[in-house]
Nanobody, 127 residues
Framework: EVQLVVSGGGSVQAGGSLRLSCTTS????????LGWFRQTPAKQREGVAS???????TYGDAVKGRFTISRDNAKNTLFLQMDSLKPEDTGMYYC?????????????????????WGQGTEVTVSS
């Protein structure tokens, strides 16, 4: 069974930084798409960033230029570096994965394009 474990949330003042990590298990040897999503009080779940096995990335408009997604395939870990944080970034952040048994998948910000989800981690940005 694929498992995703998220860590790194917390509280920070506006303008600060946080780094989220998502460690995957039981996905070794397979190409897969990884993504970060967030759930905020004002919005439905939205895609934040996505990366595929070839390190191709895509970002939501709200975070472009401030957040960076990366992955360490050797350590089966996904990262989200969040800089210049704003109060509107406050929410629950989730990582997600979609295996690609027959080739590489493009990155995607649609939650329907993912099969597995980790537990959320809370991010709070105060003004």
């Amino acid at each position: 069974e694929v498992q995703l474990v998220v860590s790194g949330g917390g509280s920070v003042q506006a303008g600060g930084s946080l780094r989220l990590s998502c460690t995957t298990s039981n996905m070794r040897g397979r190409s897969y798409r990884l993504g970060w999503f967030r759930q905020t009080p004002a919005k439905q779940r939205e895609g934040v960033a996505s990366i595929n096995h070839d390190a191709r990335t895509t970002y939501g408009d709200a975070v472009k230029g401030r957040f960076t997604i990366s992955r360490d395939n050797a350590k089966n870990t996904l990262f989200l570096q969040m800089d210049s944080l704003k109060p509107e970034d406050t929410g629950m952040y989730y990582c997600a994965a979609r295996p690609a048994p027959y080739g590489s998948l493009l990155p995607s910000l649609r939650d329907s394009d993912y099969s597995y989800w980790g537990q959320g981690t809370e991010v709070t940005v105060s003004s």
